[in-house]
């Protein structure tokens, strides 16, 4: 099986932890060595999709949690977005995802307005599952003209 | 995280200064400022993005309505100094076709 890390994140579904999500997003993927391009796109999908469960949590509950999942590969970034707040297998939720079909009732992720039409656009692959509350799985790869995964400076030359 | 607005009266022109990051959790108090601002009859309302580092759809949300706004009261919405960043996201959704939007001085440094 391939190798990846896994971190995961679980807030509230309430929109000021939209941020420190955001926050996470930002420090994995500088550590992933993705562009700057590149994470602020991941920085802006991860946020819509935080607000859409928190949008899609706010209708069914009071309260509820967001469960976010990052698995970092040699060569990609897999983001899982769950709003109905339990803990996820990776493997166990990819294999219960299929393509994306418009006749889905998703009327829920829609009303962000712009928000899954963003994601999709800055992200290489976006696969949603509402079967069990909403998940949304997305995968970015990190561009090959980046050089060194382990380089914490910014490099001043092309 | 966070986000300040400020309003500045020039005779018929209203300019917002907006420094921070727009997202769910901002975007209502921006647009608690900026729409009261639309309603006004014939007015310019210039929103300066100078500051904004990050903008997601909740902004563009809000941008939206005060468009909506503007055409009401025959007002007239710009958004001037754009971060690439920011203007990009106008971009992708082809709300800058519809938006009246001054970017900032292009090719300077990033």
């Avoid at chain 1, 993927?29 to 899609?56: P, Q, W």
């Avoid at chain 2, 007015?43 to 500051?51: A, Q």
């Amino acid at each position: 099986m391939e190798r990846f890390d896994f971190v995961e994140v679980k807030v509230p579904a309430k929109a000021e932890y939209v941020g420190v999500v955001r926050l996470t997003m930002s420090g994995i993927a500088n550590r992933m060595g993705f562009s700057y391009e590149d994470i602020e796109d991941l920085k802006v999908a991860v946020s819509e999709a935080i607000t859409n469960a928190v949008n899609h949590a706010y209708h069914e509950t009071e309260q509820g949690e967001i469960t976010v999942g990052f698995g970092l590969y040699a060569d990609r970034i897999e983001i899982m977005i769950a709003d109905h707040g339990g803990s996820f297998n990776l493997i166990e939720v990819k294999n219960g995802i299929g393509p994306y079909k418009s006749n889905e009732p998703i009327e829920t992720l829609r009303e962000g307005g712009f928000g899954l039409f963003l994601i999709e656009a800055l992200m290489d692959d976006v696969k949603i599952n509402n079967s069990h509350g909403v998940i949304v799985l997305m995968t970015k790869y990190v561009s090959e003209k980046e050089v060194d995964v382990d380089d914490d400076q910014v490099s001043t030359t092309q | 995280m966070n986000l300040t607005v400020n309003v500045v009266e020039e005779n018929e022109k209203s300019i917002l200064n907006v420094v921070g990051e727009i997202d769910a959790y901002t975007a209502p108090k921006l647009k608690e400022t900026l729409l009261p601002l639309t309603r006004a009859e014939g007015k310019i309302i210039e929103v300066n993005l100078e500051n904004v580092n990050y903008m997601d759809s909740t902004g563009l949300g809000v941008f939206i309505s005060a468009l909506k706004s503007t055409k009401e009261s025959n007002s007239k919405l710009m958004l001037v100094n754009l971060q690439e960043r920011v203007l990009r996201i106008f971009e992708i959704t082809g709300l800058d076709e519809i938006m009246d939007i001054k970017a900032a001085i292009r090719g300077g440094n990033e």
